[in-house]
């Protein structure tokens, strides 16, 4: 008789190799039926998110971030974030109270492999100090924004001869 297989975690220590994943189709290497799965559940989170999450998504919502926006219990691969800006490949997440640990750090290496910056929020300090949080994220958003410019000007350095449109910021 075979050996059944058993869902073990790796040790959150183990490094992900960035080229292991797959960054094309609907998902990175996931099956249809479990990124729908993931939708699913995505949707029933933002059905019943916790009050820091609505009232991050409230603020969000009313703030004029241009080009910026964040998406609300956004699917990132394998992993739901509790908001997510594609343009800037930066995730928030919200730390609640009886969250596993052991899983979030896997989430985030997986993520932070793929270029995705990931930066973690008290669900409490959302709930007690909001202005800190934004001026927190706000900070966060510029160096992702000047990290992006910089990796651009890099590429340009490295690669003389391509041609490159002219930007209008």
Known sequence: MTERKKLALKPSDEAIDP???????????????????LHDRAREMRRFASPANKALAKRFAEADMGKYTFKRFAVVGSAIVDFNCHNLGMAIIIEEEDDDLAISKRRDKSLEAVGI??????AEHILENMDKVLERITIGMRMRIG????AARAHREENPNQDYPRRRD
Request: glycine share 6%.
């Open 19 to 37: 080229e292991t994943l797959n960054k094309k189709g609907r998902g990175w290497k996931i099956s249809d039926k479990r990124l729908d799965a």
């Open 117 to 122: 910056r990931v930066m973690r929020i008290k």
């Open 147 to 150: 990290d992006k410019k910089d």
